[in-house]
C-alpha cells in the first residue's frame, strides 16, 4: 500500500512538473513521457511512432532479460551496488518487478562463472538508464521528426528593421554650389 | 580463459547502448546500425589498445 501511494505520487509529481513545461498542445508528449517511464517504448507507441517504441521495448526487455537471467532473477540489492540498484528504477516496469521480487538478494546462476555477476547486474542498472535516454528523446522534437519551430509573431522579415549594410557609402551631405 | 570470459559480455551491452543512443536521435535504421558499429569498433579498439599498453607496462617496465 505505502508502495502504491509512493508510485502514485511521483507519478503526479513528474505529470505536473512535464505539464507545466508543456505547451498548449503537446500536453499529449507529456503522457507520453510518464508511459515511457512505466514501459519502455510505450511512450513513442502514444506518440505514434509505434515501430520505434517496439524496438526499445524489445532490446531494453531483451537486455534486462538477460542480466536477471544471469542474477538469478533476482533484482540488484543496495548492497550488492548502490548504483546499479538506483539505475535499475529508471523505467516503472523494472521497479514494479523489483519490488514483486522482493528484498531477495542477487546471486549468480549456477554454472556460470562467478565473474559474471557484476555485468549481469549492470545489465540490469544499464536497462533503467537507457530508457530514461528513450523518454528524454521524447521531449525532443528534431528526434521524432518533428516539425521546426515556427518563427514567433511578429518577427517576419518584413516586419525586422532594415540593417544598414556595413562599408555601403552613407548618404553624402549635399555640396553647396 | 574461464576467468575473462566476462570480457565478451562486453559487446553486447555496448552494443545495446550504442543502438539505443542512435535510435533515440534517429529514424533511419540502416544510419542507425552503421554508427553504432563504428562506434563499437572505436571503443573496442580503446579497450584492445589500452589493455595491451597496460599488459606491455606491466610485462616489461
Same mark, same amino acid.
Given at each position: 500500500m505505502r508502495l502504491l501511494k509512493l @508510485? /502514485? =505520487? &511521483?507519478?503526479?509529481?513528474?505529470f505536473v512538473l512535464v505539464s507545466l513545461f508543456q505547451k498548449k498542445g503537446e500536453r499529449m508528449k507529456g503522457v507520453a513521457f510518464l508511459a515511457g517511464w512505466l514501459v519502455p517504448g510505450a511512450g513513442h507507441v502514444l506518440l505514434g511512432k509505434w515501430k520505434k517504441g517496439l524496438f526499445f521495448f524489445t532490446i531494453l526487455g531483451a537486455t534486462y532479460l538477460f542480466g536477471m537471467w @544471469?542474477?538469478?532473477? !533476482? $533484482?540488484?540489492?543496495?548492497?550488492?551496488?548502490?548504483?546499479?540498484?538506483?539505475?535499475?528504477?529508471?523505467?516503472? *516496469?523494472? *521497479?514494479?518487478? =523489483?519490488?514483486? !521480487?522482493g528484498a531477495q538478494k542477487a546471486i549468480i546462476r549456477p554454472g556460470l562463472d562467478p565473474s559474471w555477476?557484476?555485468?549481469? *547486474?549492470?545489465?540490469?542498472? &544499464? /536497462?533503467?538508464?537507457?530508457?530514461?535516454v528513450v523518454m528524454l528523446s521524447l521531449v525532443d522534437a528534431k528526434a521524432l521528426g518533428g516539425e521546426?519551430?515556427?518563427?514567433?509573431?511578429? *518577427?517576419? +522579415?518584413? =516586419?525586422?528593421? +532594415? &540593417?544598414?549594410? &556595413?562599408? =555601403? $557609402? +552613407?548618404s553624402a551631405p549635399e555640396k553647396p554650389a | 580463459m574461464n576467468g575473462v570470459s566476462y570480457l565478451l559480455?562486453?559487446?553486447?551491452?555496448?552494443?545495446?547502448?550504442?543502438?539505443?543512443?542512435?535510435?533515440a536521435r534517429s529514424d533511419d535504421p540502416k544510419?542507425?546500425?552503421?554508427?553504432?558499429?563504428a562506434n563499437l569498433g572505436v571503443l573496442t579498439a580503446v579497450l584492445v589498445l589500452g589493455g595491451a599498453f597496460v599488459y606491455v607496462i606491466n610485462r616489461w617496465f
Amino acid at each position: 500500500m505505502r508502495l502504491l501511494k509512493l @508510485i /502514485v =505520487a &511521483v507519478g503526479g509529481f513528474l505529470f505536473v512538473l512535464v505539464s507545466l513545461f508543456q505547451k498548449k498542445g503537446e500536453r499529449m508528449k507529456g503522457v507520453a513521457f510518464l508511459a515511457g517511464w512505466l514501459v519502455p517504448g510505450a511512450g513513442h507507441v502514444l506518440l505514434g511512432k509505434w515501430k520505434k517504441g517496439l524496438f526499445f521495448f524489445t532490446i531494453l526487455g531483451a537486455t534486462y532479460l538477460f542480466g536477471m537471467w @544471469i542474477s538469478g532473477f !533476482r $533484482p540488484v540489492s543496495f548492497d550488492d551496488n548502490p548504483f546499479y540498484f538506483v539505475g535499475q528504477y529508471g523505467s516503472g *516496469l523494472t *521497479l514494479l518487478i =523489483a519490488k514483486l !521480487r522482493g528484498a531477495q538478494k542477487a546471486i549468480i546462476r549456477p554454472g556460470l562463472d562467478p565473474s559474471w555477476f557484476d555485468p549481469g *547486474l549492470l545489465y540490469v542498472c &544499464v /536497462v533503467g538508464l537507457l530508457n530514461l535516454v528513450v523518454m528524454l528523446s521524447l521531449v525532443d522534437a528534431k528526434a521524432l521528426g518533428g516539425e521546426e519551430p515556427a518563427t514567433p509573431a511578429g *518577427l517576419e +522579415a518584413s =516586419a525586422l528593421p +532594415a &540593417v544598414p549594410t &556595413v562599408g =555601403a $557609402p +552613407a548618404s553624402a551631405p549635399e555640396k553647396p554650389a | 580463459m574461464n576467468g575473462v570470459s566476462y570480457l565478451l559480455l562486453f559487446f553486447p551491452i555496448v552494443l545495446v547502448i550504442l543502438v539505443v543512443l542512435e535510435a533515440a536521435r534517429s529514424d533511419d535504421p540502416k544510419a542507425i546500425l552503421k554508427r553504432a558499429l563504428a562506434n563499437l569498433g572505436v571503443l573496442t579498439a580503446v579497450l584492445v589498445l589500452g589493455g595491451a599498453f597496460v599488459y606491455v607496462i606491466n610485462r616489461w617496465f
